[in-house]
């Protein structure tokens, strides 16, 4: 059994054998303690509560914090009313609740001791900024999170310095892997380079109410290669991209771990967040030619957003005027930050314009205009620096990609050796099982395999802005557990000034 749930399991019988112990003291029939909401029930009828906060836990996710909640009221009745005290009801029940249930020095006081407690300002203050963090934390991990977009790979569904709301109930809120953790924040403390996170405690993936990723959803997920970290670069310079091109100037693993202290491991949940749109689901086939994408051989529905660059083909009988480039095609032909946004060959007659699928039909509108056409990015011209890294059976490129099948969870495949280059990660790493490679065969877990069937389900995931995103293409599938929600309102945006046009817009 996983440690975690060793300890998850320890834990909960303590805290309902401390229960048991204040219940007796309490004069509440003691086996009523180990009954789930029968043990707050009849907490809330010694204590003289309304009715409505025994019913209020039934709520999903805020009804974890009222149980929370009614347990330090509990504790109150014990003639506890400590910062100390009310911590360690919330945080370590399993201890606590022994000591007040079976300690010679505590006994149950009842409602007279609450009423005759009164409490400071100072105490009404730090109980209001506890009760904000825990809220908080709550809301932020099994809710909504706030998320502000920093690159430009999914424009112009989203541009840099939109801030966002991203949905945790849509797929279904997940267990955190690490629960013990600074509030409001992801894997490093603010100050300083110390982790966040201590993984005294580590659960197995969870997630409650699960429901599945729809293709064309806006998801946003921890970065599947980012288990392995170079603090220096974080995710600009991925640790297995790094590896790859010092392996090739001879290096070795050892050799690299040697020469760099700043080689980190990280949990699922602790993983930079990053945002594509999901192109590809279970069971889903994808290719691209020509940069054009495939799903399941139609070509895929194009996000009304999205940009990409075009060729445009004039017949020498006109060409677009500053002002339609300016205010139609928004882009600033005098500014340089956007020349690689629109480019003019004078001798051909040809235009080089990053474009969404509006702007495509506007152009296409001129009777100049002889073709527009996805202009193949230049970089993807060659092969083999696209995912699975392994020219021997894939001559994939940027633009010229698969055929691809996306797994789920209960599907199987052959491990033939096309297959173990590309779900060899997938076997060993998102699914935790070993991998030998013995005179051509394979061996999973020690035993001789042929076949193998996968125990999640996985996504595939791009950036609208398809030549400028680092998505799958480069680094492969994303896992179930890897998602953290759907991205669903731009709450703000800012460039220069608030953008008052995308403030409170839904994500499509």
Not at 124 to 130: G, L, S, T
């Amino acid at each position: 059994m996983h440690m975690g749930w060793m300890i998850f399991i320890v834990a909960t019988l303590l805290f309902h054998i401390g229960l048991y112990g204040m219940f007796k003291k309490a004069n509440i029939a003691s086996w009523k303690a180990l009954v789930p909401f029968y043990n707050t029930w009849e907490m809330t009828n010694k204590m003289g509560l309304p009715i409505h906060w025994f019913l209020l836990q039934f709520i999903p996710i805020v009804g974890q914090f009222i149980s929370i909640w009614l347990c330090i009221k509990f504790v109150e009745h014990f003639g506890r009313f400590s910062v100390l005290h009310h911590a360690m009801t919330v945080f370590i029940p399993f201890i606590y609740f022994p000591y007040l249930g079976f300690s010679n020095n505590e006994r149950y006081a009842g409602t007279v001791v609450v009423k005759n407690y009164k409490k400071s300002s100072f105490r009404e203050w730090v109980d209001a900024a506890v009760f904000a963090v825990v809220a908080a934390t709550i809301i932020r991990t099994f809710i909504f999170e706030a998320y502000v977009i920093p690159t430009g790979s999914m424009e112009k569904t989203l541009l840099v310095n939109d801030f966002l709301f991203v949905s945790k109930t849509s797929y279904g809120p997940r267990i955190p892997n690490t629960p013990l953790s600074f509030p409001f924040v992801h894997h490093t403390l603010p100050f300083g380079s110390a982790k966040s996170y201590l993984e005294w405690i580590s659960l197995p993936y969870q997630r409650i109410f699960s429901s599945p990723v729809k293709r064309n959803d806006v998801v946003v997920f921890n970065y599947p290669v980012g288990d392995t970290v170079i603090a220096e670069f974080q995710s600009e310079i991925n640790y297995y991209d790094y590896f790859r091109a010092y392996e090739s100037r001879g290096g070795t693993r050892e050799m690299l771990m040697a020469e760099r202290d700043d080689i980190l491991i990280r949990p699922v949940d602790k993983r930079e967040n990053f945002i594509k749109r999901c192109v590809g689901i279970p069971g889903d086939t994808l290719k691209l030619r020509d940069g054009i994408l495939y799903v399941n051989n139609s070509i895929a529905e194009i996000p009304a957003f999205s940009e990409m660059p075009y060729w445009i083909k004039l017949n020498g009988k006109g060409f677009f005027s500053d002002a339609f480039i300016r205010e139609e095609l928004n882009v600033d032909p005098e500014d340089p930050e956007q020349r690689d946004l629109l480019q003019y060959q004078d001798s051909s007659n040809l235009y080089r314009i990053t474009l969404t699928p509006r702007q495509v039909e506007l152009v296409k509108s001129f009777d100049f205009v002889e073709k527009a056409a996805v202009r193949p990015d230049l970089n993807s011209a060659g092969f083999g620096n696209t995912f699975p890294y392994d020219t021997t059976w894939f001559k994939w490129s940027e633009d010229n990609f698969g055929p691809l099948w996306v797994p789920g969870k209960g599907t199987s495949i052959e491990l033939t050796p096309q297959h173990q280059a590309l779900y060899r990660r997938i076997i060993e790493v998102y699914e935790g099982n070993t991998w030998e490679l013995k005179d051509g065969k394979v061996y999973i877990n020690g035993e001789l395999s042929d076949r193998y069937t996968f125990k999640m389900n996985y996504y595939w995931m791009m950036g609208d802005n398809r030549h400028n995103s680092q998505d799958s293409r480069f680094w492969g599938f994303v896992p179930e557990d890897h998602i953290v929600g759907k991205a669903t309102l731009i709450w703000f945006s800012w460039q220069n000034g608030p953008r008052w046009d995308r403030i409170f817009k839904a994500i499509n």
